[in-house]
């Protein structure tokens, strides 16, 4: 194999890894903004949408970066030092949406107090 096939193989394995995180991540998100925007459809779709964008480029941006060049070195390791780093970028990206809808959710504490 040469490098641009190797170099393509790990783009698209990066793509089909974050395609299927998005595809589960999607209803559960969906579910936590409409609550968190009062059942309100667009502000909850945008944000959908946005977070959709975001787990698909920065993985593919992180896998970019990389790029095969030790001739010596296996298609594996080759691929797999890639999709490292892809992987790297999809969980970093994952943990700064976690952190901020956490700060939106309210918490329990909080509504036993303006309850009382």
């Known amino acids: 194999m040469n490098e641009i ?17 998005v595809i589960y991540f999607k209803p559960h998100l969906k579910r936590i903004l409409l609550e968190l925007n009062g059942d309100k459809e667009r502000p909850a779709n945008f944000w959908v949408a946005y977070t959709t964008i975001i787990l698909m480029l920065v ?45 939106f959710v309210p918490r329990e504490a909080e509504n036993h107090d303006n309850r009382k």
Do not use: C, H
């Not at 170099?7 to 299927?20: E, K, M, N």
């Not at 296996?74 to 790297?88: D, G, H, P």
């Open 5 to 21: 096939a190797i170099y393509l193989t790990g783009l698209g394995i990066t793509a089909f890894i974050s395609f299927l995180i």
């Open 59 to 103: 993985p593919l941006i992180f896998a970019i970066w990389i790029v095969p060049n030790d001739r010596y070195e296996s298609v594996f390791f080759q691929i797999s030092s890639q999709l490292k780093w892809a992987l790297m970028g999809l969980v970093a990206s994952l943990a700064i949406i976690g952190i901020i809808i956490i700060r």
